[in-house]
């Protein structure tokens, strides 16, 4: 029984890890695009016209997969997000990476997961574990790196750079509100919903968008659809998939991939050779994931050694602490708090099962 517990978490955590993959793949392949397609719409058309294909996508997705609207208690946290995340960070970042260099917004905007951490820690009952802390402040010292080495230096408005911590604090919080929406939710659910909010945020945007998109080359339009398409649609969906079954503190630190991956691409596709420091710097953010990823992945991992594991504890422990209504509690970002045992920094082996018809796989 136990070995069967073990390899389930097991297939569960490597399930998460793969969606995750995807995602930050997606999302360093979206800088790209964002850089060719800002020449020709601005931040607010830009981020329309994305959300716009996304949910396109989105909601086929649903109708395909027969699942319907969310339960009442995912709103909270699945409009939070979709205003915050889905629509604010997108037009700041959009509009402050106009304003400053990629390096300053690559170092600011991965302030990010730090605020997740700690938003998490103290909103979602996740803790602090000093793992995870120790890999963040790793992987945010190479982000920095990777940051410096390619900034031009003296190019930085301070609005670019308020902007660009405006659109870190939005994705944190969006973020942090998402994960108790996936508790009544499925991923795809919350991600569809979430991108049709965005949507509507940004719609005062809409007469930039149909101007500029007369005008814009071909080319810059695809790049737009590939957004709402791919880094939108699908990565955020393999986002809220994996967050479904991990802590959000956890999930941001992956995100710190990104930019190693950025400089990958730009070297293969633009044929931009990076310095031994940003190199460096890569190496740090890898080291700093890993770090924040390794250890202890489930609350039975701390269960006393002894202690009977099956269905008579199971059935035991069902019945002495019943579920009721008063073991969920409004808290002051979205939604409903997590289980008291969910406080753990590792996998969320008990997570229940999504609300719904059908447990939807693509997530944020």
């Given at each position: 029984?136990?070995?069967?517990?073990?390899?389930?978490?097991?297939?569960?955590?490597?399930?998460?890890?793969?969606?995750?993959?995807?995602?930050?793949?997606?999302?360093?392949?979206?800088?790209?695009?964002?850089?060719?397609?800002?020449?020709?719409?601005?931040?607010?058309?830009?981020?329309?016209?994305?959300?716009?294909?996304g949910a396109l996508v989105l909601c086929a997705a649903l109708l395909l997969r027969r699942e319907g609207l969310p339960?009442?208690?995912?709103?909270?946290?699945?409009?939070?997000?979709?205003?915050?995340?889905?629509?604010?960070?997108?037009?700041?970042?959009?509009?402050?990476?106009?304003?400053?260099?990629?390096g300053t917004a690559a170092m600011v905007v991965n302030v990010g997961p730090i605020l997740m951490a700690l938003l998490?820690?103290?909103?979602?009952?996740?803790?602090?574990?000093?793992?995870?802390?120790?890999?963040?402040?790793?992987?945010?010292?190479?982000?920095?790196?990777?940051?410096?080495?390619?900034?031009?230096?003296?190019?930085?408005?301070?609005?670019?750079?308020?902007?660009?911590?405006?659109?870190?604090?939005?994705?944190?919080?969006?973020?942090?509100?998402?994960?108790?929406?996936?508790?009544?939710?499925?991923?795809?659910?919350?991600?569809?919903?979430?991108?049709?909010?965005?949507?509507?945020?940004?719609?005062?945007?809409?007469?930039?968008?149909?101007?500029?998109?007369?005008?814009?080359?071909?080319?810059?339009?695809?790049?737009?659809?590939?957004?709402?398409?791919?880094?939108?649609?699908?990565?955020?969906?393999?986002?809220?998939?994996?967050?479904?079954?991990?802590?959000?503190?956890?999930?941001?630190?992956?995100?710190?991939?990104?930019?190693?991956?950025?400089?990958?691409?730009?070297?293969?596709?633009?044929?931009?050779?990076?310095?031994?420091?940003?190199?460096?710097?890569?190496?740090?953010?890898?080291?700093?994931?890993?770090?924040?990823?390794?250890?202890?992945?489930?609350?039975?991992?701390?269960?006393?050694?002894?202690?009977?594991?099956?269905?008579?504890?199971?059935?035991?422990?069902?019945?002495?602490?019943?579920?009721?209504?008063?073991?969920?509690?409004?808290?002051?970002?979205?939604?409903?708090?997590?289980?008291?045992?969910?406080?753990?920094?590792?996998?969320?082996?008990?997570?229940?099962?999504?609300?719904?018809?059908?447990?939807?796989?693509?997530?944020?």
């Amino acid at each position: 029984m136990a070995a069967e517990t073990v390899a389930g978490k097991t297939r569960t955590e490597a399930a998460a890890l793969a969606a995750a993959a995807v995602t930050v793949v997606l999302w360093a392949s979206a800088f790209v695009s964002i850089r060719s397609a800002g020449e020709h719409y601005s931040p607010g058309a830009m981020a329309l016209g994305r959300l716009g294909a996304g949910a396109l996508v989105l909601c086929a997705a649903l109708l395909l997969r027969r699942e319907g609207l969310p339960p009442r208690a995912a709103w909270p946290g699945i409009a939070t997000s979709g205003v915050l995340w889905f629509g604010g960070y997108m037009v700041a970042l959009n509009w402050g990476e106009r304003l400053v260099d990629a390096g300053t917004a690559a170092m600011v905007v991965n302030v990010g997961p730090i605020l997740m951490a700690l938003l998490a820690g103290r909103f979602l009952k996740e803790g602090f574990p000093p793992r995870l802390m120790a890999g963040i402040a790793v992987s945010f010292a190479g982000a920095v790196t990777v940051g410096l080495s390619v900034s031009q230096g003296g190019d930085s408005s301070p609005l670019g750079v308020v902007l660009c911590l405006l659109a870190a604090i939005a994705y944190a919080i969006g973020v942090v509100s998402q994960k108790p929406a996936l508790r009544h939710a499925s991923p795809l659910q919350v991600t569809a919903f979430g991108c049709l909010i965005g949507f509507a945020a940004c719609l005062p945007f809409s007469g930039q968008l149909l101007t500029q998109a007369g005008d814009a080359p071909l080319s810059a339009s695809l790049n737009v659809a590939y957004l709402g398409v791919f880094p939108t649609a699908l990565a955020f969906s393999t986002w809220a998939f994996a967050l479904s079954r991990t802590t959000a503190g956890r999930m941001g630190s992956t995100t710190y991939v990104v930019p190693v991956l950025v400089v990958l691409m730009s070297w293969l596709a633009l044929d931009e050779v990076p310095a031994p420091i940003t190199l460096a710097g890569g190496l740090l953010c890898l080291a700093g994931v890993a770090v924040s990823r390794s250890g202890r992945t489930s609350p039975t991992a701390r269960r006393p050694r002894g202690r009977p594991e099956g269905a008579r504890g199971t059935a035991r422990q069902a019945t002495t602490h019943p579920r009721t209504a008063h073991d969920e509690q409004t808290h002051p970002l979205a939604g409903t708090s997590p289980p008291k045992e969910a406080g753990s920094a590792g996998l969320a082996a008990d997570v229940p099962s999504p609300a719904g018809p059908s447990n939807g796989q693509p997530g944020a």
